[in-house]
């Protein structure tokens, strides 16, 4: 039976009556905050493309991380820049290097925070790769040995959550192969599933200064006509071990989150990245939208899709309108 016996528009007739009905609902206890950690003492540097956001030294990183958690944001996921690089990005996996003693000062001052790192060696290349570079080549068998050596290094500084971004093949395996036969069982892996090889990451770049010096990432990120093989992407790291899986970007690709939600039966993360925050913040400056509304209807609909968390810049402005 259609009209007059069903009136949909009964259902919003008040705000009570549109809270009872919801189907979905937006939570401080969805969001991860996204830091770029850097060197020195007192440094809080502006990211001209990233409106709000900036790069952190470790004591200016523990007292904003302390902010978010007071507001009910439960993890952050680090990313560091270094302040040297070579060519197979040494830093990344220095037990003293930036990521590993900010892991470890956040661990101390605040243990309850999850402390989620991303895993891979592009900020710290100077060529901006994410894996072991020979004649303009990226080698994959040759990058694990690298990754693994860092996930470990963030494990043994007390990392709850290690995240491989770099979608190499079989880097989750050979992540948990290591972390399980050092004594790191327990450890999570968060893994970027289904990375697209986005024109949206380009605010993240500048922020943490790894754009590639040659060439693009096409080789190794994900073509962003293809779903299909989004699922054997996310398929074939659940089977090597990954605890979580990530979708990212999340705005354009609300479809793969979907889908990916429906295939497999552990958790699943997306990223609101970059160049969708800042998209939202230069409209917002120029008065062409209402930057919080559109805020919100963005992370609504990246967890109406089927993310359970979501990695975004917006999460201290979210915490502090959810707890309006």
Same mark, same amino acid.
């Given at each position: 039976?259609?009209?007059?016996?069903?009136?949909?528009?009964?259902?919003?007739?008040?705000?009570?009556?549109?809270?009872?009905?919801?189907?979905?609902?937006?939570?401080?206890?969805?969001?991860?905050?996204?830091?770029?950690?850097?060197?020195?003492?007192?440094?809080?540097?502006?990211?001209?493309?990233?409106?709000?956001?900036?790069?952190?030294?470790?004591?200016?990183?523990?007292?904003?991380?302390?902010?978010?958690?007071?507001?009910?944001?439960?993890?952050?996921?680090?990313?560091?820049?270094?302040?040297?690089?070579?060519?197979?990005?040494?830093?990344?996996?220095?037990?003293?290097?930036?990521?590993?003693?900010?892991?470890?000062?956040?661990?101390?001052?605040?243990?309850?925070?999850?402390?989620?790192?991303?895993?891979?060696?592009?900020?710290?290349?100077?060529?901006?790769?994410?894996?072991?570079?020979?004649?303009?080549?990226?080698?994959?068998?040759?990058?694990?040995?690298?990754?693994?050596?860092?996930?470990?290094?963030?494990?043994?500084?007390?990392?709850?959550?290690?995240?491989?971004?770099?979608?190499?093949?079989?880097?989750?395996?050979?992540?948990?192969?290591?972390?399980?036969?050092?004594?790191?069982?327990? +450890? #999570?892996?968060?893994?970027? !599933? =289904?990375?697209?090889? @986005?024109?949206? &990451?380009?605010?993240?770049?500048? *922020?943490?200064?790894?754009?590639?010096?040659?060439?693009?990432?096409?080789?190794?990120?994900?073509?962003?006509?293809?779903?299909?093989?989004?699922?054997?992407?996310?398929?074939?790291?659940?089977?090597?071990?990954?605890?979580?899986?990530?979708?990212?970007?999340?705005?354009?690709?609300?479809?793969?989150?979907?889908?990916?939600?429906? +295939? #497999?039966?552990?958790?699943? !993360? =997306?990223?609101?990245? @970059?160049?969708? &925050?800042?998209?939202?913040?230069? *409209?917002?400056?120029?008065?062409?939208?209402?930057?919080?509304?559109?805020?919100?209807?963005?992370?609504?609909?990246?967890?109406?899709?089927?993310?359970?968390?979501?990695?975004?810049?917006?999460?201290?402005?979210?915490?502090?309108?959810?707890?309006?």
């Amino acid at each position: 039976m259609t009209f007059p016996v069903h009136r949909y528009r009964r259902l919003r007739q008040s705000e009570g009556l549109l809270k009872m009905v919801r189907e979905n609902s937006l939570s401080t206890d969805d969001l991860i905050e996204p830091f770029f950690v850097c060197e020195g003492s007192g440094v809080s540097q502006e990211i001209s493309s990233m409106p709000g956001v900036r790069r952190l030294s470790i004591d200016k990183l523990t007292s904003e991380i302390k902010a978010g958690y007071s507001l009910g944001i439960p993890a952050v996921i680090l990313f560091g820049i270094p302040e040297k690089k070579d060519d197979l990005g040494s830093e990344a996996y220095n037990p003293d290097g930036v990521v590993q003693r900010a892991v470890r000062e956040i661990k101390n001052v605040l243990p309850e925070v999850v402390v989620i790192t991303d895993v891979c060696i592009d900020e710290y290349t100077n060529h901006g790769h994410c894996g072991v570079v020979e004649d303009n080549r990226i080698l994959n068998d040759a990058t694990l040995e690298l990754l693994s050596k860092m996930a470990l290094t963030h494990a043994e500084a007390g990392a709850d959550i290690v995240a491989p971004s770099d979608m190499m093949d079989g880097r989750v395996q050979k992540i948990r192969k290591t972390l399980d036969e050092t004594g790191h069982q327990e +450890k #999570v892996i968060m893994s970027y !599933a =289904a990375k697209y090889a @986005s024109a949206f &990451y380009g605010p993240f770049r500048e *922020a943490a200064d790894s754009s590639p010096q040659f060439g693009d990432r096409c080789s190794y990120q994900m073509d962003p006509a293809n779903s299909d093989e989004s699922i054997r992407e996310v398929l074939q790291d659940v089977e090597e071990g990954a605890d979580i899986v990530m979708v990212k970007p999340a705005l354009s690709y609300l479809d793969i989150i979907y889908r990916v939600r429906d +295939k #497999v039966n552990v958790p699943v !993360a =997306a990223y609101n990245v @970059s160049g969708e &925050y800042s998209m939202v913040k230069a *409209a917002s400056q120029k008065g062409w939208v209402e930057g919080e509304r559109v805020m919100m209807e963005i992370l609504l609909s990246i967890k109406r899709a089927g993310a359970q968390m979501i990695l975004s810049y917006f999460a201290k402005e979210a915490a502090q309108i959810l707890n309006r």
